[in-house]
């Protein structure tokens, strides 16, 4: 149950606001977001997804750069709401086709219908895009997709790549093409989360994919579709591991993952045969599979680094990074921070000359080197060198005061798992 739910942009401006129980003083967003931009708790630097203040639970959720916040007074399952707040993200954009702050704001009529229909005296209803269509008549105001910035899992079809209808996915389930025509469409994208820990010398000490296999329908008349796998797939690397047991049909080869669930509309009748799942897609966007691998892959980059001293209170750093995937994929804002000495008082870089798109910046209140660059083109190396100026001497060795390194990035048509997926049946044209 909850009391309260509202949306914020990224400068804290109220986009939606629904009180449900007037349990909660009417200033809580403003309360939330003050909370969340000057966080000083706990030494951490960012806001934790649920916290309290004078007697009130905030739970929030960043959806592409917007705040979806709910709050309460009574004790509820934490997971339970931002799950909620997820599906409530979700079920917006699938009615708008596009989630960001000027389409929320265009047609808050809509939104504000959706949510008197998702919430009810602060009880969830339904979450399903499907469902909703019966209770909500308002139309979607199209905002055009062209002069917006990609920021959600959808816009992989829209960056570094012409291969992908750009801006089909990006429309309302609800809306027809022009002059009434259905839209007989459906994509299908696989998006990882990779987590690979290096050791100072480049070796990769951990390693861990979790991936999900995102579908979106536009298909009338609820036909039922086949969704074929790697047949080589398999599923619990160990006897007893598997929440199915599968076996794999190749040696070392194969696709192993380490466990994996299913959407409710899939059947696995014939998974154990031939790795197809069978399935009537509901309106909108759904995860048909979630999935975890440890299985040892080549991670898309490799990062070497080394610090050294370069005199009583100076040291210098060398990061280097190299794309292990083809030439013909690029990678899209990356971001990799480095944590400092805590003595480190100042910071000068060399970025290289000629590379397009590079930054650099020393973040003195948390001792972090920031190295950002725009794209990166498979196959190739950068490297970032630093010159750092210390306060007071390093006692001990100076690498063990530094890092560890952290990468965030984003690589279009690619997946390190080697996972696969072909639709192969569909009752559409």
Same mark, same amino acid.
């Given at each position: 149950?909850?009391?309260?739910?509202?949306?914020?942009?990224?400068?804290?401006?109220?986009?939606?606001?629904?009180?449900?129980?007037?349990?909660?003083?009417?200033?809580?967003?403003?309360?939330?977001?003050?909370?969340?931009?000057?966080?000083?708790?706990?030494?951490?630097?960012?806001?934790?997804?649920?916290?309290?203040?004078?007697?009130?639970?905030?739970?929030?959720?960043?959806?592409?750069?917007?705040?979806?916040?709910?709050?309460?007074?009574?004790?509820?399952?934490?997971?339970?709401?931002?799950?909620?707040?997820?599906?409530?993200?979700?079920?917006?954009?699938?009615?708008?086709?596009?989630?960001?702050?000027?389409?929320?704001?265009?047609?808050?009529?809509?939104?504000?219908?959706?949510?008197?229909?998702?919430?009810?005296?602060?009880?969830?209803?339904?979450?399903?895009?499907?469902?909703?269509?019966?209770?909500?008549?308002?139309?979607?105001?199209?905002?055009?997709?062209?002069?917006?910035?990609?920021?959600?899992?959808?816009?992989?079809?829209?960056?570094?790549?012409?291969?992908?209808?750009?801006?089909?996915?990006?429309?309302?389930?609800?809306?027809?093409?022009?002059?009434?025509?259905?839209?007989?469409?459906?994509?299908?994208?696989? +998006?990882? *989360? &990779? @987590?690979?820990? %290096?050791? #100072? !010398?480049?070796?990769?000490? /951990?390693?861990? $994919?979790?991936?999900?296999?995102?579908?979106?329908?536009?298909?009338?008349?609820?036909?039922?579709?086949?969704?074929?796998?790697?047949?080589?797939?398999?599923?619990?690397?160990?006897?007893?591991?598997?929440?199915?047991?599968?076996?794999?049909?190749?040696?070392?080869?194969?696709?192993?993952?380490?466990?994996?669930?299913?959407?409710?509309?899939?059947?696995?009748?014939?998974?154990?045969?031939?790795?197809?799942?069978?399935?009537?897609?509901?309106?909108?966007?759904?995860?048909?599979?979630?999935?975890?691998?440890?299985?040892?892959?080549?991670?898309?980059?490799?990062?070497?680094?080394?610090?050294?001293?370069?005199?009583?209170?100076?040291?210098?750093? +060398?990061? *280097? &990074? @190299?794309?292990? %995937?083809? #030439? !013909?994929?690029?990678?899209? /804002?990356?971001? $990799?921070?480095?944590?400092?000495?805590?003595?480190?008082?100042?910071?000068?870089?060399?970025?290289?000359?000629?590379?397009?798109?590079?930054?650099?910046?020393?973040?003195?209140?948390?001792?972090?080197?920031?190295?950002?660059?725009?794209?990166?083109?498979?196959?190739?190396?950068?490297?970032?060198?630093?010159?750092?100026?210390?306060?007071?001497?390093?006692?001990?060795?100076?690498?063990?005061?530094?890092?560890?390194?952290?990468?965030?990035?984003?690589?279009?048509?690619?997946?390190?798992?080697?996972?696969?997926?072909?639709?192969?049946?569909?009752?559409?044209?």
């Amino acid at each position: 149950m909850i009391s309260q739910f509202f949306v914020l942009s990224q400068r804290g401006d109220n986009i939606v606001f629904r009180d449900y129980r007037g349990e909660v003083p009417k200033g809580s967003a403003e309360i939330f977001f003050r909370k969340v931009k000057f966080w000083k708790e706990d030494g951490q630097e960012e806001a934790p997804p649920v916290f309290n203040v004078d007697g009130v639970n905030y739970f929030h959720v960043k959806v592409v750069g917007l705040l979806f916040v709910a709050t309460t007074r009574v004790n509820v399952s934490p997971s339970l709401v931002l799950e909620l707040l997820q599906r409530i993200a979700r079920v917006i954009k699938d009615y708008l086709g596009i989630l960001n702050e000027d389409s929320l704001r265009k047609n808050f009529v809509l939104v504000y219908e959706l949510l008197d229909e998702v919430i009810d005296f602060g009880y969830v209803q339904t979450t399903s895009t499907e469902v909703l269509k019966s209770y909500v008549f308002n139309e979607p105001i199209v905002v055009d997709v062209g002069r917006l910035q990609p920021m959600n899992p959808a816009a992989i079809f829209m960056q570094g790549t012409k291969r992908m209808p750009g801006t089909a996915v990006t429309k309302s389930v609800v809306a027809n093409e022009p002059g009434g025509r259905k839209r007989e469409e459906i994509f299908v994208d696989i +998006i990882e *989360k &990779i @987590s690979v820990t %290096f050791s #100072s !010398s480049g070796y990769i000490l /951990t390693s861990e $994919i979790d991936g999900t296999i995102q579908m979106k329908s536009y298909l009338s008349g609820n036909p039922e579709i086949r969704l074929a796998l790697n047949e080589d797939l398999g599923i619990g690397r160990g006897s007893g591991r598997s929440v199915y047991d599968y076996r794999s049909s190749s040696g070392s080869g194969a696709v192993i993952l380490d466990d994996c669930n299913f959407h409710e509309s899939v059947r696995l009748d014939n998974f154990d045969l031939d790795r197809t799942l069978t399935l009537v897609p509901p309106d909108g966007e759904f995860p048909v599979m979630n999935y975890r691998m440890t299985q040892e892959f080549k991670p898309p980059f490799r990062i070497n680094t080394l610090i050294e001293e370069a005199g009583a209170l100076k040291a210098e750093v +060398i990061l *280097k &990074i @190299s794309a292990e %995937f083809p #030439s !013909s994929i690029t990678a899209n /804002t990356i971001n $990799i921070q480095m944590s400092l000495p805590k003595y480190t008082t100042r910071a000068t870089f060399e970025l290289e000359p000629g590379v397009f798109g590079q930054t650099a910046d020393f973040k003195e209140a948390n001792k972090k080197l920031e190295w950002g660059l725009k794209k990166i083109v498979g196959g190739s190396e950068h490297t970032l060198r630093a010159k750092l100026t210390f306060s007071q001497e390093l006692h001990g060795n100076i690498t063990k005061e530094a890092g560890p390194v952290s990468m965030t990035f984003t690589i279009p048509m690619y997946n390190a798992s080697r996972l696969q997926e072909l639709i192969l049946h569909g009752a559409y044209n």
